[in-house]
């Protein structure tokens, strides 16, 4: 299936019914927008004896991903639809995360308590997580996946092509990091930027959407309830005592068959 949240775009494949052995090669096939599919990030959606379904991510360059807020949205949505439900649970390599309907057809989904620890993140080295010592003093949040948060008067006026590769592949980031130029439009609301780790320029972020808002609290900039205006559109964060719950749109855009001519191209 073809998905998007707020054009953050999904091939999404389940493998409830049998299971699927998803390689690098393949991932990167499916991901090649010209002779593939295309996406930002692929998921699989796995049956669980925990829960209503497991997923595993994967970035457009063959690595994995810990967590894609937007993705789980999606397939939550997805899943309600076809049980006619209201609520699920889905497992992660984050962890067990609860989804509901939230109505007008949005999709509320709690990503877990962000990782504040130089350890849990992770960084190379301990030190402050609220002021990396990084030229722009960005905050550092883990969300399942490492985030590298700068606070800037206009996001939109950072060369993010060029600024987003510098401090993905920086060595305080051992593991990489999804990077977000982030400006304060006005009171609880923000203005986002993301370049994903192991993607680049995603017009939407759900991981990435939480860092900020639990960065900007952090830093006292907002409260923990923001509106987050992203290239693609609109995220709601709300940050709780029990996890950070994000609410969005979804898309299923079209769902269809790899072909066997297609899948022996990649072996």
């Not at 994995?64 to 309600?80: E, F, K």
Request: hydrophobic share 40%; with cysteine; glycine share 12%.
């Amino acid at each position: 299936m073809k998905m998007h949240g707020l054009g953050n775009d999904f091939v999404v494949v389940d493998a409830r019914a049998r299971g699927l052995a998803m390689t690098p090669a393949l991932a990167m096939g499916i991901a090649d927008r010209h002779r593939g599919i295309g996406f930002d990030q692929l998921a699989v959606i796995a049956a669980s004896g925990e829960a209503d379904a497991h997923l595993t991510f994967w970035n457009s360059d063959g690595t994995t991903a810990g967590a894609c807020g937007n993705a789980t949205r999606c397939i939550a949505r997805y899943l309600m639809d076809e049980d006619g439900a209201d609520a699920l649970t889905l497992t992660t390599e984050r962890g067990a995360l609860e989804a509901h309907d939230a109505g007008g057809g949005l999709t509320s989904v709690n990503m877990g308590a962000p990782q504040l620890n130089w350890r849990e993140i992770p960084l190379a080295e301990e030190m402050d997580t609220l002021e990396l010592p990084i030229e722009g003093g960005p905050v550092a949040t883990g969300m399942g996946n490492p985030h590298c948060s700068f606070f800037v008067e206009n996001a939109e006026a950072i060369p993010l092509d060029k600024f987003g590769p510098r401090y993905e592949h920086h060595p305080l980031f051992p593991q990489r990091t999804n990077v977000q130029v982030a400006s304060i439009i006005g009171p609880d609301h923000l203005r986002m930027r993301v370049w994903e780790r192991g993607v680049g320029l995603t017009l939407a972020s759900g991981s990435s959407s939480c860092a900020v808002a639990v960065a900007a609290a952090r830093r006292g900039l907002t409260g923990r309830s923001v509106r987050i205006d992203l290239d693609g559109g609109t995220l709601m964060i709300d940050w709780r005592e029990d996890g950070v719950w994000m609410t969005g749109p979804t898309m299923h855009v079209a769902s269809g068959t790899l072909t066997p001519a297609f899948l022996a191209s990649l072996t």
